[in-house]
């Protein structure tokens, strides 16, 4: 599926910021010829959750898209081209659901901006929404994988065993409303992560202004004690929660990606600060560009640990141009 001449340039969250994203292919040496962004010995391998959210989703997914399909790039599925699906798809008879993502106010509010920009141009929606089936749901490149939240093998073998690259239907997508099923599973760990509900009966107000009662964990941490440990989201966890010592069978239930495993990157998770890898073999690649934080990139050639000083970004100003 990728050409081992080429180097890559791995790009993570863009949320509808297209100005962004084109500030940073030109810092990549990307050019536009025939309106499509090209390099001559480089590719872009774009980590999901092009839409929502940001200014300008249609164009970010016309730019996104036209690479794509002059094979200047490759694309995952991010969680929000997952929910774009299911708000469109019938949940199947007997489910108790009208949709597969029902269509209650919380979701709408995250679908919102792109349903909105899209508004007038309903034809371009639904190509889109065909085409976010043609985007795998991770990519393993042998020395390197990419995936938008989790890398998690319980999962993704039976996936590759049933869909090869790792492409699904819409059977598999109605499957997904179906609690505890496997491809409900497989969406959440894949697309969202793993997480640990808050004790106590607990709940957290993010920034996002959404109530949870679960938070983000790490899936990397080789020996945590406490649940500040493991915690690994934007918003902390209050004092005498982070402090709180994990139960051996909370310890037992996390997933540890091994360090002796191949290079990893991943979106997903809203950091802030420097972009840095997270241990040698992972990386993330969300620094909230829509936030007005960075749009990430990370220039991968032949290298066998990720590389500190491979990390490109563009900062997004809230005192310039719109993102």
């Avoid at 480089?42 to 002059?70: C, K």
């Avoid at 008879?93 to 509010?109: D, F, I, K, L, M």
Wanted: contains cysteine; hydrophobic residues 40%; negative net charge.
């Amino acid at each position: 599926m990728l050409d081992p001449a080429r180097g890559y340039d791995l790009i993570g969250d863009v949320h509808g910021c297209a100005q962004t994203l084109e500030r940073l292919l030109e810092v990549l040496g990307y050019r536009q010829h025939g309106g499509v962004w090209r390099h001559p010995r480089r590719q872009a391998l774009f980590l999901g959750d092009i839409i929502d959210r940001g200014p300008r989703i249609r164009e970010a997914l016309h730019i996104v898209h036209g690479m794509v399909e002059a094979g200047q790039a490759h694309c995952i599925m991010g969680n929000h081209e997952y929910n774009a699906i299911g708000w469109h798809t019938p949940a199947p008879v007997g489910s108790g659901q009208t949709w597969v993502r029902e269509h209650t106010p919380r979701h709408r509010r995250l679908l919102g901006a792109t349903l909105d920009q899209f508004e007038q141009h309903p034809a371009d929606w639904q190509a889109f929404l065909g085409w976010f089936y043609e985007l795998p749901l991770f990519i393993d490149a042998g020395r390197f994988r990419l995936v938008h939240a989790c890398w998690d093998e319980q999962f993704i073998i039976p996936l590759s065993q049933r869909f090869g690259g790792g492409c699904v239907d819409e059977t598999f997508i109605q499957e997904s409303c179906v609690p505890g099923s496997f491809a409900c599973k497989t969406f959440d760990r894949l697309l969202r992560g793993t997480d640990m509900r808050l004790p106590g009966g607990l709940t957290l107000t993010g920034g996002d202004g959404l109530t949870r009662a679960f938070f983000r964990t790490k899936f990397w941490e080789e020996n945590p004690q406490t649940y500040g440990d493991v915690v690994f989201q934007p918003d902390a966890l209050p004092e005498e929660v982070a402090s709180q010592r994990l139960t051996p069978a909370q310890k037992q239930a996390l997933l540890c990606y091994g360090a002796d495993q191949p290079l990893l990157f991943v979106g997903h998770y809203w950091r802030d600060g420097p972009p840095a890898p997270l241990r040698p073999n992972l990386a993330c690649l969300d620094y909230s560009a829509v936030l007005y934080g960075k749009l990430v990139a990370y220039r991968l050639d032949d290298e066998t640990a990720i590389d500190p000083r491979k990390f490109v970004w563009v900062d997004v100003e809230r005192s310039g141009a719109a993102p």
